[in-house]
């Protein structure tokens, strides 16, 4: 059975740092591509990075490009998003998904959350 | 830009429902294929695949959803609303970079 499970969330004031992980268990992590989502208080869906199975290619949203980092280590069965800079408008529940082989995001973990403020 | 439509959809249980998807750009590749999913956020969960690849039903969705559509334009069908089918439905291309969704629909019942 597929289980994600994103940690690392909290309150952080802006300009600061924060590591989000999601450990994931229930398939062969080393196969698959990971995408991370966020979704501020309220809002929809906002698409935040991908990376690829192999680590080879990673792919960023327009508004945090140059800011997040995303990695992997396929030995630990992690999942990582690095946040540099923060500001405000980075607030919210951060998942972790899985991409198919179609690409689509077939198994999400259930979130954490970041609160950007002084 | 992925444009929904409605953004609010008031159903009566056991009336079809219908969404609709629209990108500016072709979401055809030169597969045959369209990289356009559908998801579902219920009320306090974690969004879950509801169609994939613009008409195939994700694992253990029930067969009154349905998903149609090529190239630019995609619709989400409910064929007879179940009280658990409320929450908001978004859409999403999978074929550039950077991925996008809709803005969402959201279901709920009069």
């Known amino acids: 059975q597929v289980h994600l499970v994103e940690s690392g969330g909290g309150v952080v004031q802006p300009g600061k740092s924060l590591r989000l992980s999601c450990a994931a268990s229930g398939f062969t992590f080393s196969a698959y591509g990971m995408h991370w989502v966020r979704q501020a208080p309220g809002k929809g869906l906002d698409w935040v990075a991908a990376i690829s199975y192999d680590e080879r290619n990673e792919n960023y949203g327009d508004s945090v490009k140059g800011r997040f980092i995303v990695s992997r280590d396929n030995v630990k069965n992690i999942l990582y998003l690095q946040m540099n800079s923060l500001r405000a408008e980075d607030t919210g529940r951060y998942f972790c998904?899985?991409?198919?082989?179609?690409?689509?995001?077939?198994?999400w973990g259930q979130g954490t959350l970041v609160i950007v403020s002084a | 830009v992925m444009t929904q439509s409605p953004i609010s959809l008031p159903v009566t249980p056991g009336e079809p429902a219908s969404i609709s998807c629209r990108s500016n750009k072709s979401l055809q590749h030169t597969n045959g294929f369209n990289y356009l999913d559908w998801y579902v956020q219920r009320p306090g969960q974690s969004p879950q695949l509801v169609i994939s690849?613009?008409?195939d039903r994700a694992s253990g969705v029930p067969d009154r959803f349905s998903g149609s559509g090529s190239d630019t334009d995609f619709t989400l069908k409910i064929s007879r609303v179940e009280v658990e089918d409320v929450g908001v439905y978004y859409c999403m291309q999978g074929l550039y970079a950077p991925r996008t969704f809709g803005q969402g629909t959201t279901v709920e019942i009069k």
């Open positions: 998904a899985r991409m198919d082989t179609t690409t689509s995001l077939d198994h």
């Open positions: 690849m613009g008409s």
